[in-house]
């Protein structure tokens, strides 16, 4: 359960999402430089391939160790705020009467954590974006104005509120 209008930090197993993650990331990027490391004639370095790779789960474990510890998210009366980042701080706030679609997510690797991500959509044009594949077709993309990664049962039910848009019921969530 939310804390009303108090900055929460996210939960254990959105520790573990994040660390899965930058595991996952590192290993693919270790696996490029051994295999770019093999190609080479000369090599970089005679240790090259043991200490890069390690760097590269150390430094990437740390970001979303550090990642984890300084998002907060706030719930209050009148909306949702978010706050992340480890290098550059971002803050975005979004308001429960400016929602106009609140979408829960849960594919397979988010469903072995216990996780859904919640998606609030506005009608603000920051979240719409032209994207082209480079054969002359274009498609709009409707990115989120805001995103978090919550326990499930408590995604899914600021989501349900969220898109009857009866804030009474939002604050009694909260």
């Not at 990642?67 to 706050?83: A, H, M, N, P």
């Amino acid at each position: 359960m939310i804390t009303k209008n108090q900055p929460q930090q996210l939960g254990k197993s959105t520790l573990y999402y994040f660390l899965f993650q930058r595991l996952v990331t590192s290993a693919i990027l270790s696996a490029i430089f051994i295999y770019w490391e093999s190609l080479s004639p000369t090599p970089f370095f005679a240790y090259a391939t043991t200490i890069v790779p390690v760097a590269i789960f150390v430094i990437s474990l740390t970001f979303g160790y550090l990642y984890w510890k300084l998002y907060r998210y706030t719930v209050s009366d009148e909306g949702i705020e978010t706050q992340s980042g480890v290098i550059v701080r971002s803050s975005k706030a979004v308001q429960f009467n400016d929602i106009q679609s609140a979408n829960v997510v849960m594919g397979p690797i988010l469903a072995l954590f216990g996780l859904q991500r919640f998606q609030a959509f506005t009608s603000s044009p920051e979240q719409l974006s032209v994207v082209s594949d480079g054969r002359g077709h274009t498609r709009t993309v409707h990115n989120p104005d805001i995103v978090v990664v919550l326990d499930k049962d408590l995604a899914t039910e600021i989501a349900a509120l969220t898109k009857t848009n009866d804030v009474q019921k939002v604050k009694q969530v909260v």
